[in-house]
T-cell receptor, first 116, second 114 residues
Framework: DADVTQTPRNRITKTGKRIMLECSQT?????MYWYRQDPGLGLRLIYY???????NKGEISDGYSVSRQAQAKFSLSLESAIPNQTALYFC???????????????FGSGTRLTVV | AQSVTQLGSHVSVSEGALVLLRCNYS??????LFWYVQYPNQGLQLLLK??????LVKGINGFEAEFKKSETSFHLTKPSAHMSDAAEYFC????????????FGGGTRLMVKP
């Protein structure tokens, strides 16, 4: 099984619908992140969580909400989807390691969301 | 605040040619730097990282990158491109002052011609 699992892999939804993207991890990491990827814009941070009780907005949080149900689960919701939220969404995890053992992030395989 | 600039959103090379993907960063503290690769329909995978040890870092699949503090650069190279190297590559800088959160560049899509 993958270390970071995202469901669904692909989703087409209609404008105005509520949709939830789910992420679960087996890394045992405390920190989890949601990014969206758009061509030419790289990855932009939507929300991040350093532990179950700590959730923070990223640079593009408008129109999104999150829930950290457990250390291993971090869900992203679009309350009322709009077409410009069509993108590839990634969940990632990390630990708190500093110094030479900083391994960066572990990514899920992504969810391709299309809002029509 | 940290930032990363990848020069060239698309790079095309012939199979067997040198691959050079450019990354410049800004950071107020000594940075940790990363290169990730994204193959089609997959997530991002760590290619290599610099965390203040040797300035020349070797990664997977024959890639390497050199940290040059004077140029604030961390360019990715591979002596001979292979068709399987076609992917998108992201440079990232870790902000030690913000819990090691990563800031990503805009990505460079590498195309390899036969």
């Amino acid at each position: 099984d993958a270390d970071v699992t995202q469901t669904p892999r692909n989703r087409i939804t209609k404008t105005g619908k509520r949709i939830m993207l789910e992420c679960s991890q087996t890394k045992g990491h405390d920190r989890m992140y949601w990014y969206r990827q758009d061509p030419g814009l790289g990855l932009r941070l939507i929300y991040y969580s350093f532990d179950v009780k700590d959730i923070n907005k990223g640079e593009i949080s408008d129109g999104y909400s999150v829930s950290r149900q457990a250390q291993a689960k971090f869900s992203l919701s679009l309350e009322s989807a709009i077409p410009n939220q069509t993108a590839l969404y990634f969940c990632a995890t990390s630990d708190q390691t500093t110094g030479p053992n900083n391994y960066g992030y572990t990514f899920g395989s992504g969810t391709r969301l299309t809002v029509v | 605040a940290q930032s990363v600039t990848q020069l060239g959103s698309h790079v095309s090379v012939s199979e067997g040619a040198l691959v050079l993907l450019r990354c410049n960063y800004s950071s107020s503290v000594p940075p940790y730097l990363f290169w990730y690769v994204q193959y089609p329909n997959q997530g991002l995978q760590l290619l290599l990282k610099y965390t203040s040890a040797a300035t020349l870092v070797k990664g997977i699949n024959g890639f390497e990158a050199e940290f040059k503090k004077s140029e604030t650069s961390f360019h990715l190279t591979k002596p001979s491109a292979h068709m399987s190297d076609a992917a998108e590559y992201f440079c990232a800088v870790s902000d030690q002052g913000a819990g090691n959160m990563l800031t990503f560049g805009g990505g460079t899509r590498l195309m390899v011609k036969p």
